[in-house]
């Protein structure tokens, strides 16, 4: 178990809303990520936030946005949501931005019907 | 962003050595080679890292080329816990790079371990 606790596990949204994903990271991280992954395909890197700024964007559109807290947790926010949304949503902490493991959690699995 | 090829899928028997390879002709000199894990329902999980020497840590071993254009993950004895999809990372280990911090993750090798 790595520490990083993600909620809710499993959430089903319709098209059209929005979603706020939710991430708290493993003691003493600063820094979270945050990664897609459909079915069947690996991981495709969204964004990171280190002391609650974006550091570094993935080609994801702008209804996809975060936050980060001052506590190091973070959410993830989808706007208008799309079918094509509909996939595994990954938090990941470490000591930095450049710090050489990342710790994820289980994820949380979004369905858009 | 410097890729890796991986193949899609191999096999082992349990408690027998897995070579799990991976090709990156065009890794650049900050590149790290990261290795992690996804076990069913789970998210990746750290396995292992190395620039340029062959590394060893309690899960795996790292067995790097000499011109650093492939690698090989190694677990010793594989488990039935040990079945999992495997990945191969090249991460920018540069300092303020616009990659620092983001993993880029290819389709990996679905490892099966037979009892």
């Known amino acids: 178990e790595t520490g990083v606790t993600q909620s809710p596990t499993h959430l089903i949204k319709t098209r059209g809303q929005q979603v706020t994903l939710r991430c708290s990271s493993q003691s003493g991280h600063n820094t979270v990520s945050w990664y897609q992954q459909a079915l069947g395909q690996g991981p495709q890197f969204i964004f990171q936030?280190?002391?609650?700024?974006?550091?570094g964007r993935g080609n994801f559109p702008p209804r996809f946005s975060g936050l980060q807290f001052p506590n190091y947790s973070s959410e993830l926010n989808v706007n208008a949501l799309e079918l094509d949304d509909s996939a595994l949503y990954l938090c990941?902490?470490?000591?930095?931005?450049?710090?050489?493991?990342?710790?994820f959690g289980s994820g949380t699995q979004l369905s858009v019907l | 962003d410097a890729k890796t090829t991986q193949p899609n899928s191999m096999e082992s028997n349990e408690e027998e050595p897995v070579h799990l390879p991976c090709n990156h002709s065009t890794i650049s000199g900050t590149d790290y080679i990261h290795w992690y894990r996804q076990l069913p329902s789970q998210g990746p999980e750290y396995v292992i890292h190395?620039?340029?020497s062959n590394v060893n840590n309690r899960m795996a071993s790292l067995a790097i080329a000499e011109d650093r254009k492939s690698s090989t993950l190694i677990l010793h004895r594989a488990t039935l816990r040990d079945a999992a999809v495997y990945y191969c990372?090249?991460?920018?280990?540069?300092?303020?790079?616009?990659?620092?911090?983001?993993?880029?993750f290819g389709q990996g090798t679905t490892l099966q371990v037979k009892p």
């Open positions: 190395g620039l340029t």
């Open positions: 990941a902490s470490s000591l930095a931005p450049e710090g050489e493991k990342l710790f």
């Open positions: 936030y280190y002391r609650e700024e974006e550091n």
């Open positions: 990372i090249l991460r920018d280990s540069f300092y303020g790079s616009s990659n620092t911090g983001k993993l880029i």
